[in-house]
Nanobody, 118 residues
Framework: QVLLVESGGGLVQAGGSLRLSCSAS????????MGWFRQAPGKERELVAR????????YYADSVKGRFTISRDNRKNTMYLQMNSLKPEDTAVYYC???????????WGQGTQVTVSS
């Protein structure tokens, strides 16, 4: 069982930055593919970014490419999402997730709210 806890959300003006963190406990963090997802009101949850267990391979949704950076520190059991040039459409609850494979996530955090004002 892996426990994931997100932090770092908040209210920011358009063009600003935030850094989300996802701390893991209770499992082998370095063995998991990790991902950041988000869900805006009235919309389906979507994958924002994904990082391989080693941290070598990353993937970004087109909507955040060039603005967001995903990273992880396996020594600290923590994953990060650096979000720059934020836009109002980035407003959502952001979730971190851990999975045994690229497209399968078994563990989810509770989410952290990100609100970008125009």
């Amino acid at each position: 069982q892996v426990l994931l806890v997100e932090s770092g959300g908040g209210l920011v003006q358009a063009g600003g930055s935030l850094r989300l963190s996802c701390s893991a406990s209770g499992g082998y963090f370095s063995a998991y593919t990790m991902g950041w997802f988000r869900q805006a009101p009235g919309k389906e949850r979507e994958l924002v970014a994904r990082i391989s267990a080693s941290g070598i391979t990353t993937y970004y949704a087109d909507s955040v490419k060039g603005r967001f950076t995903i990273s992880r520190d396996n020594r600290k059991n923590t994953m990060y999402l650096q979000m720059n040039s934020l836009k109002p459409e980035d407003t959502a609850v952001y979730y971190c997730a851990a999975g045994s494979s690229t497209y399968s996530y078994q563990y989810w955090g509770q989410g952290t709210q990100v609100t970008v004002s125009s």
